[in-house]
């Protein structure tokens, strides 16, 4: 919402019409207001407040915040009771729309009380001024009478413990003083050794008698949570008949017109009454309400969501394909697209807009009977309503009116059932001219299906044909139908961004390295902020919570990523990340991918000797052993950094310590059986940043280091431990099993664990992992992939082939080849420069996990001159 182009924080938009009046209202003398992300926290003079305790969350809609504010600050200012509140409206919208986290909804104020009976006061001070006041339900917390204030016992500063997950999450206290993950999910939980304070107990059994048992359903399971309730299988016990019920809570899951998931609700059973006895339409069986919560029931649907098909049927997901088998797959995707398209017009002859057209909407059955469900935001033509939500991927743009935008969607579908990437056309709607292309290439889809669709997306901008002259650079077109100019990569200027062109793709062949290479680069510097405090280059959502300056998300993997590649040095940007590195800052993170070890490495890559060792030792003097044990934020990356700079210093001191990070790495590891085959238990992930590889490595160097054989046994007992959790395929591709989905990639799948597989092979033979690292091989030559970055994404597949590759030039090998052409498909363009989406595909990104650093990581990896790896690699 605060940015089209990269994730920003909403609290960077510092809009004055939307801050709330209590942002600039005097405090008392000695108090503070103190900005904190999305809050600002305002304190007593000599406040003393325990470290955990029961808390106050105040609820509130965008006409009653005001109120609700004032009436906690005239109640805590005066009494000395320190509170935090959202910094305006934008936030609170926000943080209640649809899609919001559900463990944070409807949360206005906080307010920490001394004790007990210091909790009592405020809850009855404030309940008699905003009793009843209208909210979104807090679904962490215990409800007072009718809100809008409720409570929980939780944190009141800033502690962080491991989680079974092995990663850091806030924390409270055992009374024995150990740390342990404070729950903030929804549903409210009171820590075994916390009593429950006498005064609540008549709000929590409110809370026990509002439940389902009354109604003649019984929910089975559920499919689907938003912050605007759930969906879920129920059983009608009347009848024995499987439906489904559909959940809507007041005032959450807003769009952004500020409707709530009951007023929509209540707008889709209207539209199924409208659509009565239409074979693709859900048949409408009730509609009733539980306490204030709203619920409809209609007609299950048999079959599976299209969306389940792509990792059932599509052919491309393995390195070769049948032709026999992309023969069927294109005649069964192009049988469902008429269908969907009937189902449509369908709709439309009963004058509705079905407003939310997108795979996990549509129900394929066995039969290829296709439904459609979600009519949540479908609407009668004749209104003219807006559409306030929508898949990304399948999204029109806001000119597209009425039926012409299910139309976009149609034709983003068509596209998307042989190369699901569409998500991209919203930076770039001619993408879609690319994406046909690639299509005809690959499946014996007719040209005319291809145009057809290219033009219920272009609209009136469509070219005759289906193609847009220019669309791809340079080059010869290959035989299979290219019109001429749709080629990548050839003879345009660095940077491009003259009228009429692109800037230069990647393409094989080290000639065209110098212009891409210029061209990412140019596109990364010309993101940069550096006036900015909080990030210098724009990345992922996760720099807003890991900082601006590490190196998954951060300045310094950027800066790392220019530098190793060839792209120069910036030193204008190098100061702002050693000003920023070298600050005390008491919420720094110490890891190595997300944090100041990191830095600390980048920084010495770049000649920062002095800064880098400072960083180090504050990091020595930090407690180390509180992180959990992986390479992305825990000990083996703290360990391997270690061993990095001893190695460069001769500091037997630095050394010393590496060994015994590895010793406590040692202690926490188990036996290779002490795991279980998917997530969960001791050690529930793998791979390399998260699993059990990270570790493997860290035992790697150190025998490097000693020669001492006793670290090999530890690296081989910590890859089993991650092979464990891995699945090999019918084509014989190993990937990271995660119970639900099966992964490749270079962070958390099989891509990663291959690395450390092959540098353990070459001190040590191992029949299973020479297998295992062949599987991995075969997995990171699919010919598809979702995403173009380093971490979840082809780019880190390239490194992965680069790396392993028996060729003494890497892009000399035809799949390292492949990959480097295939980047094409998501290839973008930033202010006439190269630039690359992010996570999921929503923004683009610079950073080297997700974004454009990463990529132009990956191609140094294959097309540079000098050897290129991934830091600590």
């Known amino acids: 919402m605060a940015d089209r182009t990269f994730f920003d924080s909403p609290s960077a938009a510092r809009d004055d019409g939307y801050a709330f009046a209590a942002a600039d209202r005097p405090l008392p003398d ?13 304190t007593p003079p000599a406040v003393r407040r325990p470290e955990q305790g029961w808390k106050i969350h105040a609820s509130g809609c965008q006409d009653n915040a005001e109120k609700i504010l004032d009436a906690v600050w005239d109640f805590c200012v005066p009494r000395g009771i320190p509170f935090k509140f959202l910094r305006g409206q934008h936030i609170l919208r926000l943080r209640n729309l649809k899609y919001a986290s559900r463990g944070s909804s409807g949360k206005l104020v906080t307010v920490y009380p001394a004790d007990e009976a210091e909790l009592r006061a405020v809850l009855e001070g404030v309940d008699a001024v905003v009793g009843g006041e209208p909210g979104p339900y807090i679904l962490s917390d215990l409800r ?17 413990a491991v989680s079974e997950k092995g990663i850091l999450e806030p924390a409270i206290a055992r009374p024995d003083g150990t740390l342990v993950p404070d729950r903030r999910r929804p549903g409210f939980h009171v820590p075994e050794w916390v009593t429950l304070p006498g005064f609540l107990e008549p709000h929590a059994a409110a809370r026990r008698e509002s439940s389902l ?9 559920p499919l689907h949570f938003s912050n605007g309730g759930g969906v879920y299988v129920a059983e009608d016990t009347r009848t024995g008949r499987e439906v489904i019920l559909k959940e809507a809570r007041p005032h959450a899951g807003l769009t952004a017109d500020g409707r709530d998931a009951v007023s929509r609700l209540r707008q889709e059973r209207d539209v199924l009454e409208r659509l009565a006895g239409l074979d693709a339409v859900p048949e409408l069986l009730g509609y009733f309400t539980v306490g204030d919560h709203h619920f409809l029931a209609q007609e299950l649907v ?3 969501p299209l969306s389940k098909f792509f990792g059932l049927k599509y052919p491309e997901t393995g390195p070769r394909a049948d032709p026999a088998e992309i023969a069927e797959y294109t005649a069964w995707a192009m049988d469902v697209c008429g269908a969907v398209e009937r189902a449509v017009a369908s709709v439309h002859d009963r004058g509705i807009v079905f407003g939310d057209l997108h795979p996990y909407n549509i129900i394929v059955g066995d039969d290829g009977r296709v439904g459609l469900i979600d009519f949540e935001v ?7 309503a807006a559409r306030m939500l929508g898949h990304p991927a399948y999204a029109a743009p806001p000119d597209r009116k009425g039926y012409a935008a299910d139309t976009y969607a149609l034709g983003c579908i068509e596209l998307a059932v042989f190369l699901p990437l569409t998500a991209l056309l919203r930076f770039d709607p001619h993408k879609a001219v690319e994406l046909a292309d690639e299509i005809a290439e690959r499946f014996p889809v007719p040209r005319a299906f291809l145009d057809s669709a290219v033009r219920k997306i272009l609209g009136g901008d469509a070219p005759a044909g289906g193609r847009s002259e220019g669309t791809r650079l340079g080059g010869d077109a290959p035989a299979g139908g290219r019109s001429e100019g ?7 200027p660095a940077g491009g961004g003259s009228a009429g062109t692109r800037p230069t793709r990647p393409r094989t062949g080290r000639e065209n390295w110098p212009a891409v290479r210029a061209s990412l680069a140019e596109g990364i510097l010309a993101s940069a902020t550096p006036a900015r405090d909080d990030r210098l280059f724009p990345g992922d959502i996760a720099q807003f919570t890991t900082g601006g300056i590490n190196l998954a998300h951060g300045a310094a993997g950027v800066l790392y990523a220019l530098d190793v590649t060839g792209a120069g040095r910036h030193p204008a940007h190098e100061e702002w990340l050693l000003e920023r590195a070298l600050r005390q800052e008491q919420r720094a993170r110490i890891g190595f991918y997300d944090g100041l070890h990191g830095v600390a490495f980048a920084l010495g890559h770049l000649g920062h000797h002095d800064a880098a060792r400072q960083i180090v030792d504050r990091c020595r003097a930090e407690q180390w052993r509180r992180l959990g044990t992986d390479l992305s934020s825990g000990l083996a990356g703290v360990g391997l950094n270690l061993l990095h700079f001893a190695g460069t210093t001769d500091d037997t001191a630095l050394r010393e310590d590496a060994l015994a990070v590895a010793g ?3 202690e926490r590891l188990g036996s290779e059986t002490d795991v279980p085959e998917v997530s969960g238990g001791p050690h529930p992930r793998a791979g390399l940043l998260h699993g059990s590889s990270g570790p493997a490595l ?9 020669g001492d054989t006793a670290f090999l046994d530890l690296a081989a007992t910590a890859l089993r431990q991650d092979l464990r959790r891995c699945t090999v395929r019918e084509n014989g591709a190993l990937h990271v099993n995660e119970g639900w989905r099966s992964l490749p990639y270079l962070a958390e799948g099989s891509a990663g664990v291959a690395i450390v597989l092959d540098r353990y092979l070459a001190h040590r033979d191992d029949e299973r992992f020479r297998a295992a690292a062949a599987g991995a091989l075969i997995s990171s030559g699919s010919r598809f992939y979702v995403q173009s970055g380093l971490f979840n994404g082809r780019a880190g597949i390239l490194a992965h082939v680069a790396a392993v590759t028996a060729e003494r030039v890497p892009s000399d090998d035809p799949l390292v080849a492949a990959h480097i052409d295939a980047l094409n498909w998501h290839a973008l363009e930033y202010q006439g420069h190269l630039a690359f989406p992010g996570e999921q595909l929503l923004r683009l990104s610079m950073d080297l996990a997700t974004g454009s650093a990463g990529v132009l990581l990956a191609l140094g990896a294959a097309l540079h001159t000098a050897p290129v790896r991934l830091p600590l690699l």
């Open 378 to 384: 479908a609407a009668p033509a004749e209104a003219g």
């Open 302 to 304: 048999e079959g599976r």
């Open 213 to 221: 048992a009354e109604l003649p359903y019984t929910v089975r399971r």
């Open 144 to 160: 007072w009478n009718q809100g809008p204030l409720y409570v929980r016992y939780g944190g009141f500063v800033e502690r962080h």
């Open 698 to 706: 860290l035992f790697l160097r150190c025998y490097e280091a000693t």
């Open 664 to 666: 406590v790495v040692a």
């Open 30 to 42: 000695g108090w503070r207001r103190v900005g904190q992300d999305d809050w600002l926290v305002c």
């Open 486 to 492: 749709t080629r990548l990569g050839g003879d345009a």
